[in-house]
């Protein structure tokens, strides 16, 4: 628009190596989240950096991985720290072997939600937590949003229409969803201009460098604001938020972007244990 231009080369794979015509570089940095499979050119490049590291992808990756190495991070926090780590920790479980056009495997699915809901309401009830608990069910692979849905009941999982289980059904790339992950949901209690917003933190190495607020005026507090309609706003932090603001309420801006940062340094810690323990052996 401004009359600019961009120049794009096609890529040269020589040997294990990957570049351009005339840059051989020594990282390659992926903005790709490989869904679809590893394209060739992309395999075995062991003389290169690859960042982040293609088993990283959407083809093996799976949430209920990484969730399980938070869960063992923040474990270990809480433990540190003298807190329950369910604050900072919401519960997840697995469901396996689905189809949801056949409607194979829903009962195990429904039995799962009910016992973790349950559970919720246990939390919610020793801290004194008035809201009404919800769990998200999501495809274990895959990102942008799809094959996702809220249930605040069980019976919500065994009375799915018909577009809702096509929805479920299938992912990006057109990937058929056979696993979920059952997580409990977390209201959201921040907004912005009557918009539902959640916070999303940017780092880089392990320093918090910055974040964004995902908006969705559409959405409630216990919805998935990741859909059509969402609009993004940036997330200013006032300083470092490297250490709290002691003169200054838990609730102040600076100390909530803290937290917020506790917990994306946590999450970017569980990455480093998940990516080694799903590191293919060489």
Same mark, same amino acid.
């Given at each position: 628009?401004?009359? #600019?231009?961009?120049?794009?080369?096609?890529?040269?794979?020589?040997?294990?190596?990957?570049?351009?015509?005339?840059?051989?570089?020594?990282?390659?940095?992926?903005?790709?989240?490989?869904?679809?499979?590893?394209?060739?050119?992309?395999?075995?490049?062991?003389?290169?950096?690859?960042?982040?590291?293609?088993?990283?992808?959407?083809?093996?990756?799976?949430? +209920?991985?990484?969730?399980?190495?938070?869960?063992?991070?923040?474990?270990?926090?809480?433990?540190?720290?003298?807190?329950?780590?369910?604050?900072?920790?919401?519960?997840?479980?697995?469901? +396996?072997?689905?189809?949801?056009?056949?409607?194979?495997?829903?009962?195990?699915? $429904?039995?799962?939600?009910?016992?973790?809901?349950?559970?919720?309401?246990?939390?919610?009830?020793?801290?004194?937590?008035?809201?009404?608990?919800?769990?998200?069910?999501?495809?274990?692979?895959?990102?942008?949003?799809?094959?996702?849905?809220?249930?605040?009941?069980?019976?919500?999982?065994?009375?799915?229409?018909?577009?809702?289980?096509?929805?479920?059904?299938?992912?990006?790339?057109?990937?058929?969803?056979?696993?979920? &992950? &059952?997580?409990?949901?977390?209201?959201?209690?921040?907004?912005?201009?009557?918009?539902?917003?959640?916070?999303?933190?940017?780092? &880089?190495?392990?320093?918090?460098?910055?974040?964004?607020?995902?908006?969705? +005026?559409?959405?409630?507090?216990?919805?998935?604001?990741?859909?059509?309609?969402?609009?993004?706003?940036?997330?200013?932090?006032?300083?470092?938020?490297?250490?709290?603001?002691?003169?200054?309420?838990?609730?102040?801006?600076?100390?909530?972007?803290?937290?917020?940062?506790?917990?994306?340094?946590? #999450?970017?810690?569980?990455?480093?244990?998940?990516?080694?323990?799903? $590191?293919?052996?060489?």
């Amino acid at each position: 628009a401004n009359g #600019a231009t961009l120049t794009l080369e096609p890529l040269i794979r020589n040997g294990r190596r990957l570049g351009l015509k005339d840059f051989d570089p020594c990282a390659v940095l992926l903005n790709n989240d490989l869904s679809a499979g590893i394209p060739a050119l992309m395999k075995d490049l062991h003389d290169q950096w690859v960042i982040p590291p293609v088993h990283a992808g959407w083809h093996t990756r799976r949430k +209920s991985n990484h969730a399980a190495a938070y869960d063992r991070v923040t474990r270990d926090f809480g433990a540190a720290i003298g807190i329950d780590p369910w604050r900072i920790n919401p519960a997840f479980d697995t469901c +396996s072997g689905l189809d949801f056009h056949a409607r194979t495997g829903e009962q195990e699915l $429904a039995d799962k939600v009910s016992k973790m809901l349950a559970d919720i309401r246990a939390k919610y009830q020793e801290y004194g937590v008035a809201e009404t608990p919800y769990v998200v069910v999501k495809a274990d692979a895959g990102t942008y949003g799809m094959g996702v849905m809220t249930v605040r009941d069980a019976d919500e999982v065994i009375a799915l229409n018909r577009k809702q289980r096509n929805k479920m059904s299938v992912v990006k790339e057109g990937l058929e969803v056979h696993d979920v &992950i &059952i997580q409990e949901g977390v209201h959201t209690f921040e907004s912005i201009n009557d918009g539902v917003a959640e916070p999303v933190v940017y780092m &880089i190495d392990r320093y918090v460098v910055g974040g964004f607020y995902r908006v969705h +005026s559409g959405r409630a507090k216990d919805e998935n604001l990741n859909a059509p309609g969402m609009h993004f706003k940036p997330l200013a932090f006032e300083t470092c938020c490297n250490q709290p603001e002691h003169a200054l309420g838990p609730d102040a801006p600076p100390n909530r972007f803290y937290a917020y940062g506790v917990v994306a340094r946590l #999450a970017l810690l569980a990455a480093s244990v998940e990516l080694e323990r799903t $590191a293919p052996e060489e």
